[in-house]
């Protein structure tokens, strides 16, 4: 009896043994698991969602524009540590968000299939009930827009200067609508880029239609327009914007155009002009220090251009005073005006205005530059 007592003892506590051994293990694997979810994030959508967002934290960003320009070492590691820190919460905030995302989807998905199988008092408090999540998922979208510093692409958004295809100047003057197209590298540090190429003076349906044209190849997208316009124009300006609006959208592009109106400007602007013993100065006060340029056609060309082919430009009157020696120039000079304006179309808003007389020339002060000629205004 104390025999068989003591082999099943001994069977006892090997079972024991091999049960604590397996619970062992399987505590060992659960743990193992846990923290493979840790290091590790499975989820596809989730791990993109996590590294934008890291990237986007402002401490990130410092620490890599201060990488760029490295030249304190230890000023990068203390960067670096508060980067990594703003990481370790954004990772918890985006992952909250996420969880809660797709748990509403699938509730909002439950929903909908019941929703299509009930009737009367049921399916109303169900179509409120789905109301509220959908309303409750966007506001967790709107978090987790702040929390990965993200603006997100809408209707009429402003388009990013390097991705345009197009970018229009619809310049309005009067009942009038000068259109014209900007030239490539486009730039906003200054506003708008310096050089256009005129298309053509057109009537407001004509350069609604003109849009209307253009918005339909989407090889020309994204596209950028701006309307500009003088104080006889605001009239026409407001109904040709909400024109061009209409026509995004019925083309159903408002996510790859960006349409702004301009403030108001003054309906007349003037460029004036001295000719003296056969030179030509834009300001009567530096007569003595700047140079006539070799080319005279050449000069025509570039600085009469720039004022006919520039959007908020026209109105313009071109005032020319000139001495007796310098008659033949101011002819010269009023004929490529005229040849240039007619050229582009635009000869209803150009003005020109001449004056023969003597000018006074005053003592040249010492130190100062040249200046040259045909300044922009």
Known sequence: ??????????????????????????????????????????????????????????????????????SDSTKYRELKRKAEEASVKVVRLVTEAYAHIRLMDTQITQIEQKISGTRGAVRTELILARAELEAKRTVKLAELREIMNIVPKHAFGRQAVA??????????????????????????????????????????????????????????????????RTESGIRVSEKLYEQVIESIKKAAVELEADVYLAKVRQDIDTSDYFLRAGKIYDDERYMQRQEYPKDEQRFFEKHIDWYLTRPRSLPRKFIIKFDKESKDLAVRM????????????????????????????????????KRGVGGRR
């Open 1 to 70: 009896m104390s025999t068989k007592l003591k082999k099943i003892g001994c069977w006892f506590c090997f079972c024991c043994l091999l049960l604590g051994v397996f619970a062992g293990r399987v505590t060992a694997e659960g743990r193992a698991s846990i923290l493979s979810r840790l290091q590790v994030v499975a989820d596809p959508e989730l791990g993109e969602l996590i590294r934008i967002a890291v990237g986007n934290t402002p401490e990130a960003k410092e620490a890599s524009e201060f990488l760029r320009s490295y």
């Open 163 to 228: 991705g345009l295809k197009n970018w229009l100047a619809l310049d309005v003057i009067g009942d009038f609508v000068y259109v014209l197209k900007y030239k490539k590298p486009y730039h906003e540090w200054r506003g708008y880029p310096d050089f256009a190429r005129a298309v053509k003076v057109m009537s407001q349906e004509t350069a609604v239609k003109y849009i209307k044209d253009l918005v339909k190849n989407r090889e020309e997208l994204p596209l950028r327009v701006t309307i500009f």
């Open 334 to 369: 009023v004929d490529a005006i005229r040849a240039k304006a007619k050229e582009l179309g635009v000869g209803r808003f150009v003005e020109i205005e001449q004056e023969e007389t003597e000018f006074e020339i005053p003592e040249q002060e010492e130190g100062k530059p």
